[in-house]
């Protein structure tokens, strides 16, 4: 029998769900939000570890390469739901998911899977991955063989790598550039990661790809700016940014998004520049950056209002 020492985190009994079946609804429901809320404050003590990771996948994004998430299991499905959000909400197909058996293991278990390191080769073969990718390998228990052949692949191809895990000092430490070990504690359930510890994963990965977008310009102030508009629902959101971002009235918001072929950064730079759909796109193509190219034109907007001529006051002769 492992000793509490060698054993995994994420395979530990959890003292607080003993007699976990002898308990009523509420105090099941109790227990397990209970033990969720730690797993904010777990995720708040590796900030510096997903730092780092961001950065990486910054810089790889900007010399042309991708973030890359690999797992098995609950893990890989994390990675393939965060990848796939991607495009939609920032207009890129840099974030790539790969998930241990393919497209079925997303809706049928298929456990297996995680064992075939071969698997793991050729799945990021198939996708060319070299030295300009950033690897994200998903595993909570930290040794899943699917993900850590993965990450030995990328390491030898060049590539920069990450691990993302729920077990401090797992094999990945080994191998990665960058370890983020979310210590989550003893699931309720033992060994059913898909709880604490897949929530964990889900707001590591949330923070990782948004923070990257952010650092790339394809975020403005909060807004969405190349968020994919090929809905009502995505087009009324389109029209309320530009808004409230320019202060311009919803009719005048509603003409400019449909000008501009529904391209929202494009419909702010014609609001605030006062020029063509045609120019402002040329604009955007030539700064990488869409936030600095709409941070520079808004502070030209306001610098050029507030210098409006103001009406001088008269004064009464003493």
């Known amino acids: 029998m492992k000793s509490p020492s060698t054993e995994r985190i994420t395979e530990r009994k959890n003292a607080a769900s003993d007699s976990l079946d002898t308990k009523n609804t509420r105090e099941i429901l109790i227990l397990m939000n209970r033990e969720d809320q730690k797993v904010a404050v777990a995720v708040r003590k590796v ?42 909400t920032f207009s890129t197909d840099r974030v790539v998911g790969i998930l241990a058996g393919g497209p079925r293991a997303m809706f049928k278990a298929g456990e297996g899977v995680e064992d075939d390191r071969a698997a793991a080769r050729r799945d990021l073969e198939r996708i060319g991955l070299d030295q300009k990718d950033v690897l994200v390998g998903i595993a909570a228990s930290g040794r899943t063989p699917y993900t850590i052949e993965g990450l030995q692949y990328a390491k030898g191809k060049g590539a920069a790598t990450v691990g993302l895990t729920a077990n401090p000092s797992s094999p990945m430490r080994g191998i990665v550039d960058v370890e983020i070990a979310v210590n989550v504690g003893p699931e309720i359930l033992a060994g059913s990661t898909r709880l604490k510890a897949g929530t964990a994963q889900k707001l590591v990965l949330n923070m990782l790809s948004t923070a990257t977008m952010v650092k790339l310009g394809r975020v403005f102030s909060g807004f969405m700016v190349h968020v994919e508009m090929k809905n009502e629902k ?65 502070a030209e907007y306001l610098k050029r209002h507030s210098g409006a001529v103001r009406r001088p006051t008269s004064r009464g002769k003493s």
Do not use: F, H
């Open 47 to 88: 900030i510096p570890q997903i730092t780092r990771a961001v950065d990486l996948a910054a810089a790889a994004i900007t010399k042309g390469g991708r973030l890359i998430y690999l797992g098995a299991g609950t893990s890989g499905r994390l990675g393939v739901l965060d990848a796939s959000e991607c495009r939609p």
């Open 234 to 298: 995505l087009r009324e959101r389109g029209r309320s940014m530009v808004a409230k971002a320019t202060g311009v009235d919803p009719a005048t918001a509603a003409r400019t998004m449909e000008a501009s072929g529904s391209n929202l950064p494009a419909a702010l730079l014609m609001i605030w520049k006062g020029i063509s759909k045609k120019e402002a796109v040329r604009i955007l193509r030539q700064q990488p950056n869409t936030a600095l190219a709409l941070r520079r034109a808004r």
